[in-house]
């Protein structure tokens, strides 16, 4: 990572759960600094490391002032701001344009015109191009066609951060990559990290966390439609490498999934997590989501071989152990996070 020394890194997004470890890996490479801008919306700050060479703005950068306070002679910029998740921005899509569409562009206006930038990463989301199917699943490939009927405003906020991505790389030579993520976990995911947005997946937000925390209070797992959804499952770990990747080797306007090409279902996740955690509560079957019609999907991983060199090496018995140890040592932390939004989940 000798790219990175002496350099000056804005990571947008970077107190949530990717960006702050995006952070960490980072100054293994002796950077100048870090800014992370991040309004705390759903990232607890404590998630930062403490280090004199990151410099914390709170705030959203679609922020006027914030973004006046942006060093003109960045080096890279990794985009990772999110509304983050499905159900949240189907409650409120407003609030998901507010910070999934327009974080994207105003922060490309602003900094369309910084000549040392060597690398922008969007993180945008495989979710948003899968094919809507319950029947056999292909890997996704980074040239799938994108349905005109997507199934939530973040889906939609997603692919349009990608034509921007692509505006600005075309009209203003911004050397934007793409980095597609698909399902991440791993250390230091917190549950109910951040603000109250409206629903339930404030707390209860990505699979994985939710199961091994009710897992370990011996709570039932909650399976949708018998479990035959599907997903890829990658550790944040790879995912850093990936991002990583992407503004070191990344083609400028080019798109990579950032997967482990691995399908696994929702009910063999279950199972195995309450295999490792020694649950001995059965699983709560409920009927499939009204909105969600993903289905059964994965990524194809070839193009960010080849290209990149990125392949993922936790599988993910290991990575969900790893997870589970994590939970167990921050378990206080996380019920402090989830008891915030006691009032409203009750």
């Known amino acids: 990572m000798q790219e990175f020394t002496n350099q000056?890194?804005?990571?947008?997004?970077?107190?949530?759960?990717?960006?702050?470890?995006?952070?960490?890996?980072?100054?293994?490479?002796?950077?100048?600094?870090?800014i992370v801008v991040d309004n705390l919306l759903s990232a607890e700050k404590e998630n930062l490391p403490k280090d004199s060479r990151v410099i914390f703005i709170e705030g959203s950068i679609t922020d006027n002032n914030i973004?006046?306070?942006?060093?003109?002679?960045?080096?890279?910029?990794?985009?990772?701001?999110?509304?983050?998740?499905?159900?949240?921005?189907?409650h409120d899509p407003l609030a998901d344009h507010e910070n999934n569409t327009l974080t994207t562009l105003k922060l490309y206006?602003?900094?369309?015109?910084?000549?040392?930038?060597?690398?922008?990463?969007?993180?945008?989301?495989?979710?948003?191009?899968?094919?809507?199917?319950?029947?056999?699943?292909?890997?996704?490939?980074?040239?799938?066609?994108?349905?005109?009927?997507?199934d939530s405003p973040y889906q939609i906020s997603k692919i349009i951060g990608e034509f921007y991505s692509n505006y600005y790389f075309k009209r203003h030579n911004l050397p934007v990559v793409k980095a597609r993520f698909q399902n991440v976990y791993g250390p230091g995911e917190?549950?109910?990290?951040?603000?109250?947005?409206?629903?339930?997946?404030?707390?209860?937000?990505?699979?994985?966390?939710?199961?091994?925390?009710?897992?370990?209070?011996?709570?039932?797992?909650?399976?949708?439609?018998?479990?035959?959804?599907?997903r890829d499952f990658i550790y944040v770990d790879d995912i850093v490498q990936g991002l990583i990747l992407c503004a070191t080797k990344g083609i400028a306007g080019e798109t990579y999934n950032l997967a482990s090409g691995v399908e696994t279902s929702i009910l063999e996740l279950a199972n195995l997590?309450?295999?490792?955690?020694?649950?001995?509560?059965?699983?709560?079957?409920?009927?499939?989501?009204?909105?969600?019609?993903?289905?059964?999907?994965?990524?194809?991983?070839?193009?960010?071989?080849?290209?990149?060199?990125?392949?993922?090496?936790?599988?993910?018995?290991k990575g969900l152990i790893n997870t589970i140890n994590w939970?167990?040592?921050?378990?206080?932390?996380?019920?402090?996070?989830?008891?915030?939004?006691?009032n409203y989940m009750n």
């Open 8 to 34: 000056k890194i804005l990571v947008v997004g970077g107190a949530g759960f990717v960006g702050s470890n995006l952070v960490k890996t980072l100054l293994l490479s002796e950077p100048q600094e870090i």
């Open 67 to 90: 973004l006046a306070q942006l060093n003109s002679d960045l080096d890279y910029v990794f985009h990772l701001a999110t509304y983050h998740g499905n159900q949240s921005s189907i």
């Open 109 to 150: 206006e602003a900094i369309k015109d910084l000549i040392n930038i060597k690398k922008v990463v969007y993180s945008s989301a495989g979710c948003t191009v899968a094919e809507k199917t319950f029947e056999q699943a292909e890997a996704t490939t980074e040239d799938a066609p994108v349905s005109l009927y997507l």
């Open 190 to 230: 917190v549950l109910g990290a951040g603000q109250w947005r409206g629903t339930p997946a404030t707390v209860w937000r990505n699979v994985i966390p939710t199961f091994i925390y009710r897992a370990l209070r011996q709570m039932p797992l909650t399976v949708e439609n018998g479990g035959i959804a599907t």
């Open 273 to 317: 997590i309450n295999e490792l955690t020694s649950n001995p509560t059965p699983l709560d079957f409920r009927p499939k989501r009204e909105w969600d019609n993903s289905g059964k999907r994965f990524g194809s991983s070839e193009k960010s071989r080849t290209q990149l060199g990125f392949e993922s090496e936790i599988d993910l018995p």
């Open 327 to 342: 939970t167990k040592n921050n378990f206080s932390f996380i019920e402090k996070c989830i008891q915030k939004h006691h």
